[in-house]
C-alpha cells in the first residue's frame, strides 16, 4: 500500500503541505508517473542536494528537480546538478554515463524566466507542470503533463482522505480548523477516529476551553486579561513521520510547588494508549533519563508492562502501556484547578 500524503486545501485549491511531501509522492510513484526505477533521493554531491536520481531504459540516468511552488531558479540548479554528476559520476554499476542525461524540472507553473534559461541553454529540459485534482468521489489525484506536447495529463492516485468531523455526538464541539482537518488526512482510519475521541474529550470537558491556532499548533486553552492563555493540550504535526503530536500541560513530578510544564506525550498503537516510564523503586515520582531522552516516570498503578530498560543484568526503568485518555483527563483536572 502507497504511503499515506498530507495536503492542505488553499484559496486555490489542494497542495502538498511542503515540498518534501511531494518529493515523498513522487519517489513513490517513479515508476508509473515517469517509467523510472528510483536510484537516490536527496544525493549531496560536490555542496548541493539532488531531489531524486533515477534511471529508465538501457540505464539512462535521470535527475530530477521538484518545486512545490513557483520557482525562477529550477533550470539553473539542473544545470548545476548536471555538471556535478557528469564530472562525479556515481552510481557507475548502474549508470551508463555514455547516454544523454535526462534533466526533468516539475512545477505548479514555470516563471518566464524557466523558459528563457530553457530556450538558450545548450541542455534538453523536460518541463512538467502538476496540480492536485479533488474528484467529486473525495479521491485526490496528482495530475502531469509536459509543456512541450499535447499528451493526455497523467492521473496519479494519492492516498488521502478529506476528513469531516461535523458528525459529532456532542452538539457542542466546534467545527475543526482547517489546519487540523489537514493534518487528520494524513492519518490511517485509526489514528483518526482516536485523535476524534481525544479532541472530544478536550473540548467536551468545560465550555470555556477554546481550540486556538498558534504558531502552527492547535492549543487547547481558556483565556484570561489580555491575550493570555491557560493551556491544558496542543496538537503539532510533525512533517517527517506525518503524524500529529500531542502534548500536555502537567505537574512536574517531586516540585514543592506543583509547577506545571508542556509535555509530549509518547503516543503508542495509533493514540490509544502511551507509554509510562516506571522506576523499580516503590512509590517513587521521577524525571528518568535514558536513549537520551527525559521521560515521565510515575509508580505503577495500572497499565500492563511493554519493556524493560535493563543494564549489565539489572533492571533500571519497566515501559508501561496506559489508555491516552487517561492522562488526557489528569491535564484537564489539572487546567480545573489552575482556573478555579
Not at 548502474?94 to 514555470?110: M, S
Not at 500529529?244 to 509547577?259: A, D, E, H, V
Not at 533492571?315 to 483536572?333: G, P
Amino acid at each position: 500500500m502507497k504511503n499515506k500524503v498530507a495536503l492542505q486545501k488553499t484559496a486555490q485549491g489542494w497542495k502538498f503541505i511542503d515540498e518534501s511531501e511531494l518529493e515523498t509522492f513522487v519517489w513513490d510513484n517513479l515508476e508509473e508517473i515517469f517509467e523510472l526505477k528510483p536510484l537516490a533521493r536527496q544525493l549531496y554531491i560536490q555542496g548541493e542536494v539532488c531531489d531524486i536520481i533515477g534511471i529508465g531504459k538501457n540505464n539512462q540516468l535521470t535527475i530530477i528537480e521538484l518545486k512545490n511552488t513557483q520557482d525562477r531558479y529550477i533550470i539553473n540548479q539542473l544545470t548545476r546538478y548536471y555538471e556535478n554528476l557528469r564530472e562525479e559520476q556515481p552510481f557507475k554499476d548502474n549508470v551508463d554515463y555514455e547516454q544523454e542525461v535526462r534533466l526533468l524540472a516539475i512545477c505548479p507553473n514555470f516563471h518566464r524566466h524557466n523558459l528563457i534559461d530553457e530556450k538558450h541553454s545548450r541542455l534538453n529540459f523536460e518541463l512538467f507542470t502538476f496540480y492536485i485534482l479533488c474528484k467529486e468521489d473525495n479521491e485526490f489525484y496528482f495530475s502531469v503533463s509536459q509543456i512541450s506536447n499535447q499528451s493526455e495529463a497523467k492521473l496519479i492516485k494519492i492516498n488521502y482522505q478529506q476528513v469531516n468531523l461535523q458528525n459529532q455526538q456532542n452538539d457542542n464541539i466546534p467545527e475543526a480548523p482547517r489546519l487540523l482537518l489537514d493534518w487528520l488526512g494524513a492519518l490511517t482510519e485509526t489514528e483518526l477516529e482516536n485523535l476524534k475521541q481525544i479532541r472530544q474529550q478536550i473540548l467536551g470537558f468545560d465550555h470555556r476551553i477554546e481550540e486556538i491556532i498558534v504558531n502552527k499548533s492547535i492549543v487547547y486553552a481558556s483565556r484570561y486579561g489580555k491575550d493570555k492563555l491557560r493551556q491544558c493540550a496542543e496538537f503539532s504535526f510533525d512533517r517527517k513521520s506525518k503524524k500529529i503530536i500531542l502534548f500536555l500541560w502537567l505537574i512536574i513530578p517531586n516540585r514543592q510547588n506543583k509547577t506545571i510544564a508542556r509535555m509530549q506525550v509518547d503516543t503508542t498503537e495509533e493514540y490509544l494508549t502511551y507509554s509510562r516510564y516506571v522506576p523499580v523503586k516503590e512509590k517513587s515520582i521521577l524525571w528518568e533519563k535514558f536513549f537520551n531522552k527525559i521521560f515521565y516516570s510515575v509508580p505503577k498503578d495500572s497499565g500492563r508492562l511493554f519493556s524493560e530498560l535493563i543494564h549489565l543484568g539489572q533492571v533500571y526503568n519497566q515501559i508501561f502501556v496506559a489508555e491516552t485518555k487517561n492522562i488526557v483527563n489528569q491535564a484537564l483536572q489539572t487546567w480545573l484547578e489552575r482556573i478555579n
